[in-house]
């Protein structure tokens, strides 16, 4: 069996069909243009009502059929009787003291994932998750503790949007004075192990009569999908984020197992490549700050070697505790040593705030309570 890194998506039989298991009607949120435009062709329609249920559905937040009063009632009816705009379910919200929100998703088929909102001034970025659970492994990270169920449909990525979106009160799609600016595919899973799940709901939010995402404010984090990274930046052109963590194999085989197949090498090389970066778009390189394990100003200036030449920008995060993590933060000095090291060497260098730490929201902290099914229960019954 080839292993995930190989696959653009897991098994199928991980991800759920596009069924709401409630009513049995087929989800609507989720399909891409061209596919709402043959369930319409399906039904006897003018291809014009496809665009009147995209316009309803992603940039208006329409949440039920009878709010869509453009469009005919028997036309409302003969859709209501076949389809579902169903959402996520919010089973869990919380609020941090420094304003970061969390929502536990719920999914139609009972398993979980979370989803924060990180406030910043005028500002607002979503952070998002592209599975449940996650086969990385990364030992510093509380989502590694938690084994991968299953990939998340194209419409449970965009419905954490939408959910955050109804939850803020953004509906119709302003243009201006937002309170979500920025995606961040930063939650719970690695993207690019789902990636065809991931595209078609970028594409989705990146539409201009829809969710109206900018591109610029799109940014998919990756811990080294080497073969994918390409692939992503010539059919999304989003901005990339990279779990690095470490600047030699020795250590990042260990806390990021994705580089014994993955190493450092190759993975700075399509990063070089990657299509659309330049000084204007800089490439992330997430560092998280492990005392006394990848701190020491040797590493800094390892860093500084690594990235020479890449538009690149560095984000240093303060780990972030979770329950029976074996790791401790990098006390402030080490750290303001380490960052000084990048600057002072001409690198974008910045050191991220933590966020939510009080309701486990901050990077790294992200974990649900679903179980992967044994597929003998999840076989149907002969």
């Not at 970025?125 to 990939?151: D, K, M, Y």
């Not at 595919?185 to 993207?191: A, I, K, R, S, V």
């Not at 799109?218 to 390409?230: D, F, K, Q, Y």
């Not at 974990?367 to 003998?376: E, H, I, T």
Request: aromatic fraction near 6%; glycine fraction near 8%.
């Amino acid at each position: 069996m080839p292993s995930p890194a190989s696959r653009t998506n897991l098994d199928p039989m991980d991800s759920p069909a596009t069924i709401d298991t409630a009513t049995h009607q087929k989800a609507l949120i989720g399909l891409g243009r061209d596919e709402l435009e043959a369930e319409i062709a399906g039904l006897d329609e003018p291809a014009f009502r496809a665009r009147q249920l995209w316009h309803w559905i992603y940039h208006r937040g329409a949440r039920s059929f009878e709010e869509m009063t453009t469009l005919s009632k028997s036309f409302r009816a003969k859709l209501a009787g076949r389809y579902s705009l169903e959402r996520p379910e919010a089973t869990r919200d919380l609020l941090s003291t420094d304003g970061t929100r969390k929502w536990l998703m719920r999914f139609a088929d009972g398993q979980e994932a979370e989803t924060v909102l990180i406030p910043e001034g005028e500002r607002g970025a979503l952070c998002i998750s592209a599975q449940v659970g996650c086969t990385l492994n990364c030992t510093f990270c509380h989502t590694g503790t938690q084994a991968l169920v299953r990939n998340l449909t194209a419409g449970e990525i965009v419905g954490q949007i939408m959910l955050a979106r109804d939850a803020v009160g953004e509906w119709p799609s302003p243009t201006h004075d937002r309170r979500i600016t920025n995606i961040v595919l930063m939650g719970m899973g690695e993207p690019l192990f789902n990636y065809d799940n991931v595209a078609k709901a970028v594409k989705i939010a990146l539409d201009g009569d829809g969710i109206a995402i900018s591109r610029r404010r799109i940014t998919l984090s990756t811990a080294g999908v080497v073969p994918m990274i390409e692939r992503c930046g010539a059919e999304l052109g989003v901005n990339l984020a990279i779990s690095l963590h470490a600047v030699t194999d020795e250590l990042r085989d260990v806390i990021v197992p994705l580089n014994r197949k993955y190493p450092i090498a190759a993975l700075l090389a399509a990063c070089r490549a990657y299509p659309g970066a330049s000084s204007a778009r800089r490439i992330t390189f997430e560092y998280i700050m492990l005392d006394g394990v990848n701190d020491s100003d040797s590493d800094a200036k390892a860093l500084v070697k690594l990235l020479e030449g890449l538009p690149a920008k560095v984000n240093l995060i303060p780990f972030n505790p979770w329950p029976g993590a074996i790791y401790e933060c990098s006390p402030p000095a080490r750290i303001d040593s380490f960052i000084k090291i990048l600057q002072n060497a001409g690198l974008v260098a910045i050191t991220r705030t933590p966020r939510g730490r009080d309701i486990m929201a901050a990077c790294g902290q992200l974990k649900s309570d679903s179980v992967k099914q044994r597929r003998a229960r999840r076989a149907p019954v002969v």
